[in-house]
């Protein structure tokens, strides 16, 4: 499985963006899908994780309210969408793959990442 990240970019605090990350491979809509963060000299966070088919979500405690992750398995693409972001929202973003169909905040589960699209917030 193949993962490309997108839509990144510079926004002003309060502001929006969505990304989204379109999987590649012959079963890329089995995976469970999950986008963790990473800011300069700090660890690799989880984020958001979506299951294989969409039922189930989850979100880092601290980001509840503001980011929603949702797929769409006929495009083969993870979408995350956050809103009132914030200067602290910084970061480069990755999504991930599992096989296991549900991974959560297990960074070990995921078995493919995508290269990472930067998100800087302005104040």
């Known amino acids: 499985v193949q993962l490309q990240a997108s839509g990144g970019g510079l926004v002003q605090a309060g502001g929006s963006l969505r990304l989204s990350c379109a999987a590649s491979?012959?079963?890329?809509?089995?995976?469970?899908m999950g986008w963790f963060r990473q800011a300069p000299g700090k660890e690799r966070e989880f984020v958001a994780a979506?299951?294989?088919?969409?039922?189930?979500?989850g979100y880092a405690d601290s980001l509840k309210g503001r980011f929603t992750v949702s797929r769409d398995n006929a495009k083969n693409t993870v979408y995350l969408q956050m809103n009132s972001l914030k200067p602290e929202d910084t970061a480069v973003y990755y999504c991930?793959?599992?096989?296991?169909?549900?991974?959560?905040?297990?960074?070990?589960?995921?078995?493919?990442w995508g290269q990472g699209t930067q998100v800087t917030v302005s104040s």
């Open positions: 491979g012959p079963t890329s809509n089995m995976y469970g």
């Open positions: 991930a793959a599992t096989g296991t169909g549900w991974a959560m905040r297990d960074r070990i589960k995921y078995n493919y």
């Open positions: 979506i299951s294989r088919g969409g039922g189930s979500t």
